[in-house]
Structure formats: C-alpha cells, structure tokens
C-alpha cells in the first residue's frame, strides 16, 4: 500500500508530460509551415534528429581524410546500409553506444553504402526513425575497391562492417557482421579510460 | 536490498573486466586461401538434400563457385549476370556452382528463389558453413574461379558495380577468358560491397 501511494507523484508527473508533450505535436502541425520553420530554427526546440539526418556525398579521398585522427580522439566508423538487414538490426545498438561515449570523447561517423539515389529519401528517413545523431555520409565511388582496401586489406568489403581507431588512427578494433555489443564496448571503454 | 545491490555491482564489474580482456581485433573468419592454393575436394548437399561433389560438378576447363544469398539485394542484383555467366561458359567447359551459407536461409528458401529468379545453375547449401570458412568467404555475392586443377585463379567480384549500367570491369569474365586463352590471369583479386554471410552461431 505505501509503495503504491509513493508510486503516485510519479504517475502524475508522467501524465503531465504525456498530455504536454501531445499538445505540443498538435500545435506544430496545426501551425503554418512557415511558422514551423522559425519554431525549428529556435535552438531549444529544435529536434536534433531533423538537423542530423542530412547525409553528404564523399569520395574515397573524403572518406581517408575522415578517417585520419589528429591525436584528440579515438574514432568509431561504421559502414552500413539501408538494404543492409544486418545494418539496420544492429543500428538501435550503435545510436546508444553514439549517445554514451560521445560525451566521454569518442567519435562516432556512419559511412552509408547506399546508392546516391538515396541520399536525401530513404537514408535519412532511416536516421530519423534511428534517432540518429552522429554524422552520417555517402560514399560515392564508381568503383568500391580502392576504398574498400584503404580502410583496411583484410575486409572483402562485406556489410556491416565496423572500425575502431585510438586517437592516433590505428585500427584496435573491427569486426565484420552484426557487432557484438559487448565485445565493441570493451574496447571502446578501454580507449576512453586510459586516455590514450 | 543493499546487499543485492553490492552483489550485483561486483558481478557487472567482473563482467566487465572479463570483457575487456578480450583480444581486440575481432576477426572470426578464416583468412581466404592464397591465388595458386588448390581447393581440397568437398561434398554439399543440394536443394533438394542431394549430395554433390566439387569434383562431379567442375568443367573441364574450371569451376566459379559463387557464395549467393536469397535475402541479399546486391546478390539479388546479379541473378540475371550470373546466369548469364553459366550459359556464356557452360560450352566453353567452364562449369558455374552457387553455394548459399546463411544459416538464416533453409534449401526449401534457396530452391523457390532459385526458380524464382531463373537460376539454373546448381546451388548447394552449405549448412554450418563449413566451406564458406574453408574458403573465408564473408559476402555475397563473392567468386572463387578454380582452374582445371582446382587451382584457386581469382577470388573477388563479379564486377565493379551492382547496377549494371555502371559497370565498366568485369574481373571475373576476364579471370575465365585468360584462363581459356592459356594466358595467366591479370587481377588475380578484387573487392565490391554485398552483404556479410550471416553464419551460424
């Protein structure tokens, strides 16, 4: 019975939230689009996802100088796609891994496979769902080898294929396939603690 | 409840620990073998559970086994090039063989796209994927061109790119068509994305 009448304060407050938050949604769609603009353009309100799902167009030369660290900090990229099932299903993963390391230092860029057909429809779309924030790019080569071997000689270039680089750019940690939470997340803890 | 709370602190930093002695690279599959290795003789069933030897199937000019997938839409992408590939060299002695590795496709899956999608070539399954990590295939689609001995000649792509209008390399074609002139192949190896071969376990 005490533990039910504690539990109360807290099933108020979300309530609360719940109807607050749905009234918001209701009067940005009844606003008019270009009163939705300015509302989005205002910082605090501004959804993160909105402003992070644009994706832009890289070449392999691109790709190599994003991958190149300059002593600050270590560097996670993840190679995926969104007709890539293995891609999506471990997403979910990578967006919370993004969101508990970035603040600790790591950085986090996804590097998309998808055609450039898709850059502005269906990869965003999927980043949105995602709740993605980390950068995101498409890589835009007519022939995928010399990207693919610049990464790293021993990937076939089969998707998902993720990276992790220290903070001098030396690769510590890859696997190829759906990542393995636990495994990526020793390494990752490694590099941020020890402040290499 | 504390107590609980202690415990089971000490046993998520245990965890923990335990995981961060991992090694770090993680690289389940097998390295692929070298150009000029000769691939060991195997035994995979077909679609239908019908056992087949590499060597009852390979042409007397050589053999593509190429790891496909149902699911795959690069490998998807190629379904007509490949069979277009098994007509151009059937008579030329060269034989083709699609293997499917993905333990998330039973042959009951494999035969219906195989009818599906025209593929006339026979495809084995590689249940355990046992000859993907002989091979250390890790995507589809990806080739293994083995000459009449059963010499590894070229292990890679088909072509530079999935959408066939882009395509300005063929590595596989030219790998055959050196070894039918006697020649020796010029790229020996060559890379594309596809999709990682979804293993067992």
């Known amino acids: ?196 | 409840m504390k107590r609980l709370y202690v415990v089971s602190l000490i046993v998520a930093l245990a965890a923990i620990a335990i995981a961060g002695n991992a090694r770090s690279i993680s690289t389940d599959i097998p390295a692929a073998p070298a150009i000029g290795a000769t691939i060991v003789d195997f035994t995979l069933p077909d679609t239908d559970g019908k056992d087949h030897a590499l060597n009852s199937l390979k042409g007397k000019n050589g053999t593509v086994l190429i790891f496909i997938a149902v699911q795959c839409p690069i490998s998807n992408a190629y379904n007509e090039r490949m069979e277009k590939l098994a007509q151009d060299y059937k008579a030329r002695g060269i034989s083709l063989v699609g293997i499917n590795a993905n333990s998330t496709e039973p042959a009951a899956d494999v035969k219906k796209h195989a009818a599906q999608n025209n593929l006339t070539f026979p495809i084995l399954k590689d249940n355990g994927n046992k000859i993907a990590d002989s091979l250390g295939a890790t995507r589809t689609p990806e080739t293994y061109f083995l000459d009449a001995n059963n010499k590894l000649v070229y292990h890679g792509r088909i072509d530079n790119s999935r959408d066939l209008s882009q395509v300005n390399s063929s590595e596989l074609r030219d790998a055959l068509e050196a070894t039918l002139a006697g020649k020796p192949v010029e790229k020996t190896t060559a890379n594309a994305f596809g999709c990682a071969i979804k293993r067992a376990g």
Not at chain 1, 22 to 48: E, I
Request: hydrophobic share 45%; glycine share 4%.
């Open chain 1, 1 to 196: 019975m005490t533990a039910r009448v504690r539990l109360i304060p807290f099933v108020v407050v979300g309530f609360v939230a719940c109807i607050s938050s749905l009234l918001q949604t209701v009067s940005a769609v009844a606003q008019s689009p270009s009163a939705r603009t300015a509302h989005l353009g205002r910082k605090s309100h501004a959804p993160a996802v909105k402003r992070s799902a644009r994706v832009r167009a890289i070449n392999a030369g691109e790709m190599q100088d994003l991958l190149k660290r300059d002593g600050s900090h270590p560097l996670l990229v993840n190679y995926w796609a969104t007709w890539c099932d293995p891609c999506r299903d471990e997403f979910p993963d990578l967006v919370k891994i993004d969101k508990q390391y970035r603040a600790k230092g790591l950085d986090f860029i996804a590097i998309s496979l998808d055609d450039l057909a898709d850059i502005n429809s269906a990869v965003p779309k999927f980043l949105r769902e995602m709740k993605a924030k980390m950068p995101v790019y498409l890589l835009n080569v007519a022939d995928p080898e010399p990207a693919i071997n610049s990464v790293d000689r021993g990937w076939s270039g089969a998707l998902p294929a993720t990276f992790l680089y220290n903070n001098k750019g030396e690769v510590v940690y890859k696997h190829f396939g759906r990542i393995k939470v636990d495994e990526l997340r020793a390494a990752i803890e490694k590099l941020v603690s020890s402040k290499q």
